[in-house]
């Protein structure tokens, strides 16, 4: 079972129509999935568009009463996953994006790697040239401030967030945890650093794809916002760093650290 996660905000134009691609391509592979949709407060007509769809599709749609974002969306969506799933070693996680950001026509190679043995497979965004000038300036001060920390073999871009887990992983990263302890706390690229070293000890082999990316199927406009974003990310790798053993310490499954910025 692949579980497909969407976390949503504000998303009524594209969210519906992804859900149906999805579906597609999933009916073509011949492969079981549920999808997991969690409305994050949208205060436009975001869950009124996805209702129907969880009455045709193996859609589970979730709603949060207030605005909870990303990152505790996230988590939500990995602890709902993981407590539903009777096959955690055979499970699959797809962790994407609602905006069409992440093209769902990544899932049939990314299903590959996982099936070959991988337990993470992350989708490097190609294409950087043609994001917006914002983006591509706050991705190469990212890649300096996360210079040094472990990331596993076969991981080169700690940032990028379209991820296919296998659900083992995340639910030993979970137990693992205190009774108050949160797995993510910050959001965006920060919160795909932390979920990376979460689970970087119990991987046995992570690889990575690269996949286009493309801004301009979103409907809306950008929530990027650049210092935010990269005060998050010092704050993320600060944290990964205090968290390993030791400076000298081998990085988690025989991995490496992040050599420099883009």
Not at 145 to 158: H, T
Not at 223 to 240: D, G, K, M, N, T
Request: aromatic residues 8%; proline residues 7%.
């Amino acid at each position: 079972m692949i579980w497909v996660t969407l976390p949503i905000y504000n998303e009524e134009h594209t969210a519906g129509v992804l859900l149906w691609r999805i579906r597609q391509l999933f009916t073509e592979l011949n492969r079981d999935f549920r999808i997991l949709a969690l409305d994050d407060a949208s205060d436009d007509e975001t869950y009124e568009v996805l209702e129907p769809y969880a009455r045709v599709m193996p859609l589970t749609l979730l709603r949060n009463e207030s605005r909870q974002g990303p990152g505790r969306c996230t988590e939500r969506l990995i602890r709902e996953a993981v407590k539903r799933s009777r096959y955690p070693k055979r499970d699959g996680l797809l962790l994407m994006q609602a905006d069409f950001t992440d093209g769902p026509e990544a899932i049939p190679e990314l299903l590959r790697h996982f099936q070959g043995g991988a337990d993470l497979v992350v989708a490097r965004p190609s294409g950087a040239e043609l994001a917006p000038r914002s983006v591509r300036a706050a991705r190469a001060g990212a890649g300096f401030l996360v210079r040094g920390v472990a990331v596993p073999d076969g991981v080169e871009d700690p940032l990028a967030g379209y991820r296919l887990y296998r659900l083992f992983v995340l639910k030993r990263a979970l137990d693992r945890l205190g009774p108050d302890d949160t797995l993510i706390r910050h959001d965006g690229w920060a919160a795909n650093l932390e979920l990376l070293s979460a689970v970087s000890p119990y991987l046995r082999r992570a690889e990575q794809v690269e996949v286009p990316i493309d801004y301009s199927r979103r409907y809306r406009g950008s929530r990027f916002r650049p210092i935010p974003e990269l005060w998050s990310v010092f704050q993320a790798s600060r944290e990964a760093r205090a968290a390993e053993p030791s400076e000298q310490s081998s990085p988690p499954s025989g991995g490496k650290r992040v050599a420099g910025g883009e």
